[in-house]
């Protein structure tokens, strides 16, 4: 299956996770998906944030080339956010679950949609930042 038809089923994917699932992976491991101290009021801002975005994307996933910034967006955010989370799980242990569930799946994320990422419309080559 080549790229361009890939992307939009992984768009999906990624959406529904993002509007569905976050939430009960907190629930079912909060040692791997929730960070101390929990707190719902946290729980609840993370699960809109990512739900808001899963919405987008699966919107997205309609006509990628047209909605690279949001790709790349959320590329780059999925690094960022993973990068922080494995600097701190790496440095307090009690947060070393994070390891095995939140901060491996935000960088699948990241590399998936880098590998997957569409080509621009006007000279059919890929920007990079």
Not at 69 to 88: E, K, R, Y
Request: proline share 5%; hydrophobic share 55%; with cysteine.
């Amino acid at each position: 299956m080549d790229r361009e038809r890939l992307l939009p089923l992984v768009l999906k994917a990624v959406a529904v996770i993002f509007i569905f699932g976050v939430w009960p992976l907190m629930m079912i491991w909060p040692a791997g998906w929730q960070w101390e101290p929990h707190n719902d009021h946290y729980a609840q801002m993370i699960c809109a944030i990512y739900a808001t975005l899963g919405v987008f994307l699966f919107r997205a996933a309609k006509a990628p080339v047209e909605h690279r910034s949001l790709l790349q967006f959320t590329l780059w955010s999925s690094l960022a956010h993973g990068g922080i989370m494995l600097v701190q799980a790496l440095s307090d242990a009690d947060e070393h679950m994070h390891l095995a569930a939140d901060v491996p799946a935000l960088f699948l994320i990241a590399a998936v949609l880098a590998v997957l990422m569409p080509e621009t419309s006007q000279a059919g080559t890929r920007q990079t930042l």
